[in-house]
């Protein structure tokens, strides 16, 4: 398994590079300048575990890199890095297929924390309830959920940042098999989820 990082600014990949090996150390971790070199770099260096795309690279236009990676492997964690704010293309991206979308100018400490988050296996979330099989955290967010908060009242309530409540939402879709809140809500009320907690 191998973590792939694909961004054409040399310096910032060598950070993002950098953050990921103090995170995982012994994780092969691939740098790639375009997206054209994914395929022959997989071909040689592993599958994936995660990808952290930058949003503008020398051979994508807008979305097609995102639309491209989350296509072709849709089971993969997709982190992209951007220096575009959050505001202009964040939510296009995650409906592009983008897992988490970070700002570059977000810090180094941010970045660790999202992708420590997205590398983290369920056997390391803590408290996992063998009926839900959701963590104390999930099951947190999904009464905050009901309760209609947004990212910042969540991140206010429970004293993390909104990137780290964008992550913990991320793993609960994923957990129940959906992809937004009001999916989330809907499966936690058929599902009996709300009246368990």
Request: charged letters at 25%.
């Amino acid at each position: 398994m191998a973590i792939y990082v694909i961004d054409d600014h040399p310096l910032m990949r060598e950070a993002i590079v950098m953050l990921l090996r103090r995170l995982r150390p012994g994780t092969e971790l691939v740098e790639l300048s375009q997206l054209s070199e994914l395929e022959p770099a997989i071909a040689t260096r592993g599958q994936p575990e995660l990808f952290c795309l930058d949003l503008k690279l020398p051979d994508t236009l807008g979305l097609s890199g995102v639309r491209l990676v989350s296509a072709q492997y849709p089971g993969v964690p997709l982190a992209v890095i951007s220096a575009t704010p959050a505001s202009d293309v964040e939510e296009w991206c995650r409906e592009a297929g983008a897992d988490v979308y970070i700002e570059k100018s977000a810090g180094a400490a941010e970045i660790v924390n999202t992708l420590r988050l997205m590398l983290q296996g369920d056997s390391e979330m803590g408290g996992l309830d063998d009926v839900t099989r959701l963590s104390k955290r999930q099951k947190q967010l999904l009464l905050m959920l009901d309760e209609g908060l947004s990212n910042r009242d969540i991140a206010e309530r429970l004293g993390i940042s909104e990137h780290t409540v964008k992550v913990h939402l991320w793993r609960l879709f994923r957990r129940l098999g959906v992809k937004s809140r009001t999916q989330t809500l809907h499966y936690a009320r058929v599902n009996g989820l709300l009246t368990t907690y």
